[in-house]
């Protein structure tokens, strides 16, 4: 039956061409996931154990898909004090190598459940501050991984790096290109700085721009730069010189976060005062004139606070209807299972998710004991994969055609949605989404606010687990 005739009763309004609209923004602003997994983590439980990951990884070696191995490197040379990822700060570069030397361990452990002889199409180093490894750790892990697996030599593959420009020796970038790294993302957060010094990170516009340059000619082949808004003494004029200094510089792809105040939950961010904080409608204008100033300048807007040039391979993708998204962020690897190494680093197959120990002396326990380090996750039902599928059509293509969801899942999307479909007609009379006869499509308004019209489909938002989550916008 037609999807739509079963639903919305009312005529929703015609659809807006404004990528912007404030009033939506300010009703559906408020807080959810971000879904670079679903289930989201806040799901994951101790009840999923080391024997459960070990079956999910012997099932995945029979799938023959690519992998996608992701490597967790912890240590930080400075604090920065936004910053809530998983790190340990400490000027000690000989912890390095004996942490390597465990990634190895882990790596053999797990290349034996997942299938050594599976090509390696993408493969990522996040922190942490990768490159705080020195040059001789940096080779041995890699010429490690080259044994262990079958790292892929060719164009197709994307292996990226975290860079934090301050941690960069003379010779890294052209080590790291000898590596196999053909991807750099650049923490910029902000170049004003009043900013830098507020939240202990100074770097200047010269030094980011002279990486970019020696970069380029190093042959990268594409350069992601990372801001983030509602630091402290952010101003709409402060940021708006920052934006126009990044899009001379013309990065490739750009991220663009926004800074979640919890000092109750992440140490450090109690060194940055509540009254040095933008305001809520200062932080706002400084989103929405971001928007405006990238997008004139020709930047595509991926989603999820992520920019790219129209001919970056994220943007291309994503106009041929087979971007992805995982713990990493936007890939065009859709069909990956995620090898996780590292301390807190997370995994997935086709049917589960598993996360390492977040204590790095928990993690080197297990590691040095020879057992795998996971320590929770989830196995997915049939509904949860469901589930996961709508959700990534609408994050990633932002819309969902029902042919597609019937061909791969065999059942009806207006029978199995239902539901939802009747609790998204509101977003449809708001102009945010439309529910066509045969697809779902999220206009320009929803795009930005495409977490809110996730929700709609997470049938554990919908349970209400009083789990916080940072605001939408």
């Known amino acids: 039956m037609p999807v739509q005739s079963a639903f919305c009763q009312e005529s929703p309004v015609s659809p807006s061409t404004a990528f912007w609209n404030e009033s939506l923004i300010r009703r559906y602003d408020l807080s959810g996931p971000r879904y670079t997994s679903y289930p989201t983590a806040v799901e994951f439980t101790d009840r999923f154990t080391a024997a459960d990951m070990a079956e ?45 030397e465990r990634l190895l361990r882990e790596a053999r452990l797990q290349a034996d459940l997942f299938g050594a002889k599976r090509t390696v199409s993408q493969l990522h180093w996040g922190g942490g501050t990768p490159t705080f490894l020195p040059r001789q ?24 790096i975290e860079i934090d420009p301050r941690e960069l020796a003379e010779e890294t970038l052209a080590q790291l290109a000898e590596l196999g790294f053909n ?24 030094m980011v721009e002279d990486v970019m340059v020696e970069a380029r000619k190093r042959g990268f082949g594409s350069i992601n730069l990372d801001l983030i808004y509602g630091l402290p003494y952010q101003t709409p004029a402060s940021f708006a010189e920052t934006v126009d200094s990044v899009i001379e510089m013309r990065p490739d792809r750009l991220s663009v976060f926004s800074y979640a105040h919890l000092p109750e939950r992440f140490f450090p ?7 040095t904080l933008p305001s809520p409608a200062d932080k706002l204008t400084i989103l929405h004139q971001t928007i405006d100033r990238l997008l004139d300048a020709g930047y595509q807007y991926i989603g999820m606070d992520h920019f790219a040039l129209p001919d970056d391979s994220l943007a291309v993708a994503q106009r041929e209807g087979r971007l992805h998204r995982n713990f990493q962020g936007y890939t065009t690897h859709a069909d990956c299972d995620l090898v996780a190494l590292g301390v807190s680093a997370i995994g997935q197959t086709e049917h589960a998710y598993f996360q390492n120990a977040h204590d790095l002396k928990a993690w080197e326990a297990r590691i040095d004991a020879g057992e795998l380090a996971t320590i929770r996750g989830v196995a997915l039902t049939e509904d949860d994969r469901i589930r996961r599928w709508v959700i990534g059509q609408l ?29 998204l007609c509101v977003m449809e009379l708001d102009g945010l989404v439309s529910i066509g006869e045969r697809k779902l499509v999220v206009h320009e308004p929803g795009r930005l ?25």
């Not at 961010?269 to 009254?275: N, P, S």
């Not at 969902?400 to 479909?421: I, M, V």
């Open 56 to 100: 999910s990884a012997r099932a995945s070696a029979a799938s023959g898909r690519d992998l996608s191995l992701y490597t967790h490197v912890p240590f930080c040379a400075r604090l920065c004090y936004y910053c809530a990822c998983n790190k340990v700060v400490t000027r000690k570069r000989d912890l390095a190598m004996p942490y390597v």
């Open 395 to 423: 994050i990633c293509q932002f819309e969902l055609e029902y042919a597609r969801f019937e061909s791969n899942w065999h059942h009806s999307f207006g029978t199995y949605f239902e539901e939802e479909l009747q609790r």
């Open 137 to 160: 750790a940096m080779q041995h892990l890699m010429a490690g991984y080259r044994e262990i697996f079958n790292l892929e030599t060719g164009e197709i593959r994307d292996f990226s």
């Open 449 to 473: 606010l495409i977490r809110a019209i996730c929700q709609v489909f997470d049938a554990y938002r919908a349970k209400g687990t009083g789990q916080r989550f940072s605001r939408i916008i």
């Open 183 to 206: 991807r750099i993302s650049l923490g910029v957060q902000d170049f004003n700085p009043q900013v830098q010094k507020a939240v202990n990170r100074l770097q200047p516009q010269r």
């Open 269 to 275: 961010q109690t060194r940055i005062k509540d009254e």
